[in-house]
């Protein structure tokens, strides 16, 4: 089977121990034997090629049962405790499955909970459609928190959710709603989540169930199915064939959430945001197919298709059934413009000079890999939009520039490589060791620098792998600055194995820094610190159950550029002067602290009185703070916290990508000026 060769750096015997249901209930899901194939292929390249051994025995199909369980019930509220002492006795029977590609235990386990998932929602919507009194003068709790046991009898599971449905009625009471719309609301949630209970496939479940097995290796090994592996090449590339419109689905219905800028449905213009997908057909031959209660991956699938063909839609406009449109699209390929490297120029003043700091923001570091791979010139990519990017800012006489890499999660390694070679004239980008202990080194691609003034690279808890790559590079040849926060920490490098049926994408070595250091949970430390907008708790490599260790290898031979001694020290110091006062950074930094505080209380008061007073205080302090920001950025006030939030956080991400302008135009200052005083004695 042949391999992609690129890199990303970014998850017989049981027949007769066959589980039955209960009430008798056919099987809501068939084996598909078809997929054991795929089963056994996965296992094989686990064991032999992930960079990890693990031997899959008894110990290995204990962790199995145990994380498909957690996978499946987490919190515990569907399956009871007698269901798991009759799982219990095939914990050890995973690993002989899963070698032979019996896939009939998990679809039996996968049955029960689809059953007892069932009946508790249908109870929960009949609880909320009918007079059932909720004593709200009650005082009891209710945890978010994971439980320890399972529920033992049905009397307890009914407990349990009876608190459930009252504390989701009580959140929506708590912001101004009344109890008769709080049920609605919330029956129409169920009876939605209902509908996709019913069109659960088997492939879904697999797809579930064997990511649970990866997931035991490392967090960012992860079976594909064809559907989520087109996704993925979407994404990769930036490029789809389709009409070019995004969907949610409302209370069963399938409408459209946004309409693609340059995409077919935009340049159409009949489709338009708002409008709720009554019927599809795929091509214009066929009949309509009704896709009221479809999950939103069954319409997508049935909306795509080759480019220059033509989908019927069947559109109620703005969601009123009255008004219904035929509407005939032709699927066109097109690029997700938006999510494309992008640039704009910030100016300072400094000594009655105007400094220009050019800006390139990088959402991921994409490639069409089918494009570049059959030799196509003009594929897309994220380093031929920063190249590109780079000689426009040039020609528009920028004195410095930052790469923005905040929230970029990673990509091809192969891009990360040659957007650090466009800042640097020579030498090693990163180290790549694999399971065998070889390394293999990455070089700068091309002998030229495509900007040599001040650099500084941009990130924060979000910034991951390929991110780490170049922020850790430019850092390491003392050729940028970072600024911002600690990084996300993943340092493992995966390639993709395509399967008969979907595809693998398989941690198959670690990146090292070319001085020998692993980012792998430490991640990238700034060298000048912006206040977190992401937890720590929660966040980041370290975070993830069984990621990979941290460890170092032998650094590299190469020469860095030595920045001026102190040079850090008196950026920093003149950006604490000036942010002493800050109101983004005191806004970022309280905000954060009291979200992370609320968050880490987990238990609830089911008592309306207690609830509100404490809900009340809370609201209090976040509109004060909000209120506060939005006072120094000359906004109107809010009176509640259920504003526009991209709106603020949109706001404080320029004030904070702002202040590291600031910083760097000290740096050009400093550089133009020839500051000596930097060490001084």
């Known amino acids: ?295 939103i991956e069954e319409v997508v699938k049935l909306i795509r298709g080759p480019e220059n063909s033509v989908v019927k839609l069947l559109v109620a406009k703005g969601g009123d059934t009255s008004q219904q449109q035929e509407i005939q699209i032709v699927r066109k390929k097109y690029v997700l413009e938006e999510d494309s490297a992008s640039s704009k120029i910030f100016e300072f003043e400094r000594n009655n000079q105007t400094i220009r700091i050019g800006v390139i923001t990088i959402p991921s570091f994409y490639i069409d890999f089918e494009a570049w791979q059959r030799g196509d010139k003009n594929f897309k990519s994220a380093s031929k939009d920063v190249k590109r990017l780079i000689k426009e800012l040039n020609h528009s006489n920028v004195n410095a520039m930052i790469l923005d890499l905040r929230d970029n999660g990673g990509g091809s390694l192969r891009e990360a490589n040659v957007i650090t070679g466009l800042f640097l004239d020579e030498g090693p980008v990163v180290q790549v060791k694999l399971s065998n202990g070889y390394i293999e080194l990455f070089h700068d691609l091309d002998d030229k620098i495509h900007f040599s003034g001040p650099l500084a690279v941009m990130v924060n808890r979000m910034s991951a792998s390929a991110s780490e790559i170049v922020a850790a590079a430019l850092q390491d040849h003392g050729r940028a600055i970072v600024i911002g926060d600690t990084t996300f920490g993943k340092g493992t490098v995966q390639t993709l194995t395509p399967l008969e049926f979907g595809q693998l994408k398989l941690t198959q070595a670690k990146f090292y820094r070319v001085n020998g250091d692993s980012t792998q949970h430490k991640g990238v430390v700034p060298d000048i610190d912006f206040p977190s907008l992401y937890s720590f708790d929660n966040t980041g490599e370290s975070s993830l159950e069984n990621a990979l260790a941290w460890d170092t290898i032998s650094p590299l031979f190469y020469r860095p550029k030595i920045l001026e001694e102190g040079l850090i020290s008196y950026l920093e110091g003149e950006h604490k002067n000036r942010i002493r006062k800050s109101p983004a950074f005191s806004f970022a930094r309280n905000y954060m602290k009291l979200q992370t505080d609320i968050s880490r209380s987990k238990t609830f008061t089911l008592n309306k009185h207690d609830r509100t007073k404490s809900y009340q205080i809370e609201q209090k302090l976040k509109l004060d703070l909000i209120n506060g920001f939005r006072e120094s950025l000359g906004v109107e006030p809010v009176e509640d916290v259920s504003f526009d939030k991209d709106t603020t956080i949109d706001s404080l991400e320029l004030a904070l990508l702002n202040a590291a302008g600031e910083i760097v135009a000290d740096w050009v200052n400093v550089n133009s000026n020839q500051y000596l005083g930097l060490n001084e004695k």
């Open 1 to 295: 089977m042949k391999k992609l060769f690129f890199i990303l750096i970014f998850l017989q015997f049981f027949s007769s121990h066959a589980l039955s249901t209960e009430v008798g209930n056919e099987p809501k899901l068939i084996v598909d034997h078809s997929l054991s194939s795929t089963n056994r292929i996965i296992i094989s390249q686990l064991q032999r090629q992930h960079y990890h051994y693990i031997d899959i025995n008894n110990q290995f199909s204990e962790q199995v049962f145990e994380h498909f369980l957690a996978t499946l019930d987490k919190k515990k509220q569907f399956f009871l405790q007698e269901d798991i002492l009759k799982f219990e006795g095939f914990k050890h029977d995973f690993d002989d499955a899963l070698k032979s590609g019996n896939l009939s235990l998990m679809t039996d386990i996968f049955n029960i909970y689809i059953e007892r998932k069932n009946y508790r929602y249908i109870q929960a919507i009949n609880i909320l459609e009918h007079p059932y009194t909720f004593d709200f003068s009650k005082n009891e709790w209710w945890s978010d928190k994971e439980p320890n046991q399972w529920q033992v009898t049905q009397a307890d599971l009914n407990n349990l959710w009876r608190k459930k449905l009252k504390h989701q009625i009580l959140v929506k009471m708590l912001k101004g709603e009344e109890e008769s719309s709080a049920r609605a609301e919330l029956a129409d949630v169920y009876r939605d989540s209902l509908s996709e209970l019913e069109r659960m496939d088997f492939v879904s479940a697999f797809e579930s169930y064997i990511n649970v097995v990866a997931s035991l290796f490392d967090p960012h090994t992860q079976y594909m199915s064809p559907d989520a592996k087109e996704d993925f090449n979407i994404n990769m590339s930036l490029s789809l064939t389709g009409i070019g419109a995004e969907l949610n689905r409302h209370k069963g219905s399938i409408v459209v959430s946004k309409i693609i800028p340059n995409g077919p449905a935009s340049e159409d213009g009949r489709l338009q945001k708002s409008d709720e997908l009554i019927a599809v057909a795929k091509t214009i031959s066929e009949s309509f197919t009704t896709v009221k209660g479809w999950k």
